[in-house]
């Protein structure tokens, strides 16, 4: 019965030191080096995201937003 209690509580520990790791992380770090993180939903789904970007990465993303939709509006349409 001594082992079996023994199992039980190392058991415990081990469930706790897992909960421990996975508990949320301090918001300074990446505040602190420029990064803004956001919650996103992303289509189809229903479960939010953390997102999170630098300025630059911001930037070359409506950078290439642009582009994309310039290219859009110079492609040839389909007759009806």
């Known amino acids: 019965m001594n ?4 199992k039980t509580v190392s058991a415990g520990v081990l469930a706790l030191a897992m909960l ?3 508990a949320p992380q ?5 505040a602190a080096a420029g990064v ?6 992303p289509t189809g789904s229903n479960m939010p995201r953390r997102v999170c970007s630098t300025p630059k990465s911001d930037a070359d993303r ?16 389909f007759p009806r």
């Open 62 to 77: 409506d950078a290439d937003a642009r582009e994309m939709s310039r290219r859009a509006a110079q492609a040839p349409s």
């Open 36 to 41: 803004t993180c956001t919650q996103e939903v």
């Open 3 to 6: 082992e079996m209690n023994w």
């Open 20 to 22: 421990g790791c996975a």
């Open 26 to 30: 301090d918001n300074q770090g990446p």
